[in-house]
């Protein structure tokens, strides 16, 4: 009975210890994910906030991108016009050139002719020159006017090839400022990329945090129990306890008992042999006053101890004798016979109830009217008043 006294006030320690740790562990996880969870709070507020202004920016970048596309298209359109201009004013400045060289072959032709025409007929040279040098005048007001042409021409080329090169420069920084504004773009999209990894994450630790939320009511829920278990041990070592001293008592008071009416058997007991023996009628009749018989402590040995010895039947077990006590915590009994009647230790008995084998008994010490003997196995619980053969 102490034994598992002991066992089960070391469970109910050992429980009570894993109860405490367990509910530290819970307090220290709950603040954990509480400080986590603010943490996590803040930081979806920071990247929505983040994903927001890259959303606007890159919005922006790409209207920015849009309109630079309108003005390259639109540069580049005028970029062919003014090409085709330049074709256009080159050509006629060919023409032009083409013209004069003409007019200028023709020029010398007619000079030629006229020359020739002065030394066949000299009367018409004054008329003939006068209209040549009219004609020559025309010539050189034309040649003037081709000129102013020309030189306004070569101006306007001038002016159109500074444009172009205007436009280059213009078109390469527009080309410049799209490859800026693509890797900005790219930029964009690793953010972007980066803010759906991170969100991702956020959602993967949200999820844990609702599994360790969930893990953390199991473990109250187990707490809660263990507890519970806690105090229903506690009553029932409580219980136990008062079971127990009340089986002391009960038991110290049994043995008072067993120890009074061993003295009364080992009276009577005399006294029959005393009747026996002779001794006399008057000795009989008269009361004699009752020895009080001391049954030192009987300590019932291991099975390891008791020496072994063959099985046998002892010389006097004619009468019947019967169980006086059954002491459960040491395994063994008492039984009314002993030295007198021939036992020895090592005899072997059959325990009866009503007819039947309640169990075998092995004497282990002997007294004079009484003995001990170690249980050895049961078909039933021996009681008080079986039957010993």
């Known amino acids: 009975m102490e034994e598992k006294m002991k066992f089960i006030a070391i469970g109910l320690a050992a429980a009570l210890l894993i109860s405490i740790f367990l509910n530290f562990q819970s307090c220290i996880s709950k603040k954990a994910l509480e400080l986590e969870k603010d943490t996590l709070k803040s930081e979806n507020i920071s990247l929505n906030k983040k994903v927001e202004e890259t959303i606007t920016a890159k919005k922006s970048i790409e209207d920015q991108l849009g309109a630079l596309r309108i003005q390259i298209d639109n540069l580049a359109k005028e970029k062919g016009e003014l090409i085709s201009q330049k074709d256009e004013l080159q050509k006629q400045y060919d023409a032009l050139v083409k013209e004069r060289e003409a007019t200028a072959s023709k020029l010398k032709t007619e000079v030629t002719e006229v020359q020739k025409e002065a030394a066949v007929a000299p009367d018409r040279a004054d008329a003939y020159w006068a209209g040549i040098l009219k004609s020559k005048n025309d010539l050189a007001l034309q040649v003037d006017s ?114 009074n009416k061993m003295s009364q058997i080992g009276g009577i007991k005399e006294q029959l042999d005393t009747i026996r023996s002779g001794a006399g009628a008057a000795e009989a009749t008269q009361p004699q006053a009752k020895e009080s018989v001391e049954l030192p402590p009987i300590v019932v040995r291991p099975q390891s101890e008791i020496p072994a010895s063959p099985e046998r039947i002892p010389p006097q ?65 021996i009681k008080v008043g079986d039957i010993i053969k």
């Open 146 to 259: 081709l000129r102013s042409e020309l030189r306004s021409l070569k101006i306007t080329n001038e002016q159109l090839e500074r444009d172009k090169s205007a436009l280059e420069l213009d078109l390469n920084n527009l080309n410049r400022d799209k490859q800026s504004l693509e890797q900005q773009l790219a930029s964009l999209d690793n953010m972007s990329l980066d803010l759906v990894r991170e969100k991702n994450v956020k959602m993967k630790i949200e999820d844990d945090l609702t599994a360790i939320k969930k893990e953390n009511s199991v473990l109250r829920r187990q707490v809660k129990y263990l507890n519970a278990r806690k105090a229903s041990l506690e009553t029932k070592l409580q219980k136990l306890q008062e079971d127990k001293a009340a089986l002391e008592r009960r038991f110290n008071e049994m043995g008072a008992l067993l120890e």
């Open 317 to 381: 077990t004619e009468g019947i004798a019967k169980v006086l006590e059954v002491n459960r915590k040491d395994n063994f009994i008492v039984i009314d016979l002993g030295e007198d009647y021939g036992l020895k230790i090592g005899d072997l008995f059959s325990v009866y109830r009503a007819g039947r084998l309640v169990g075998t008994i092995e004497v282990v010490q002997v007294r004079r009217g009484i003995s001990a003997c170690d249980i050895k196995n049961e078909n039933t619980p």
